[in-house]
């Protein structure tokens, strides 16, 4: 799912510099027919090549209207390059608060399957997940990612924290003692040092 929003952000940012480029044209190419007019209209040949690159901004443009109303799903409202560009900005963001979504719904999903190795049920693990789960329930029917799923998503939240000290035996010393202290502060004693000494693992893994 991400690796699927990802490639479409990156083709969104492609069509929409490729669009800035085309409106950089058309604005050099307006610029060079108000040129040609004075000129035909002072009896001066125009200038030459003036046609093809009128037929090759037309194409290029023709083929950019296409790639765009197929990633949009529909034509734009106007097939005008400035309001195709809005809609593409606009499906930019969509796209954005999808990918935060699930980036923060996977990292609730990995919590959920922590299980403890030493005991059937860890209270305080029980308890974390019993949390999670509704967190999960939050942002699934939220609208619009909150900062809690911003914060998952951005690997600044507790849980991401409790995921690194879990989860990376190789981790730096300073950055252990770290992560073990914040934890400690955060969802309690019990809960880090059970990740600190690896006693909580994926899935029963």
Do not use: C
């Amino acid at each position: 799912m991400q690796a699927t929003v990802g490639t479409g952000i990156a083709e969104v940012e492609r069509l929409i510099s490729e669009g800035q480029r085309l409106q950089q044209q058309l604005g050099e190419l307006g610029e060079v027919l108000r040129q040609t007019a004075l000129q035909l209209e002072q009896g001066t040949p125009a200038q030459s090549g003036v046609t093809s690159q009128l037929v090759e901004v037309s194409r290029l443009l023709e083929g950019w209207y296409g790639q765009a109303q197929e990633l949009l799903g529909k034509s734009p409202d106007e097939l005008v390059l400035p309001k195709v560009m809005e809609a593409l900005h606009g499906h930019k963001h969509q796209l954005e608060l999808a990918q935060i979504r699930q980036q923060a719904l996977d990292v609730l999903e990995d919590i959920s399957a922590l299980t403890h190795t030493g005991a059937e049920e860890f209270l305080p693990l029980s308890g974390l997940q019993f949390d999670a789960l509704s967190l999960l329930r939050d942002i699934q029917t939220a609208p619009v990612p909150g900062e809690t799923a911003r914060a998952l998503a951005a690997g600044k939240h507790p849980y991401n924290a409790l995921l690194r000290l879990a989860l990376e035996p190789a981790l730096p010393n300073d950055e252990w003692l770290s992560l073990l202290q914040h934890l400690s502060q955060e969802l309690g004693t019990e809960l880090a040092v059970a990740a600190a000494r690896g006693q909580l693992v994926l899935g029963g893994g």
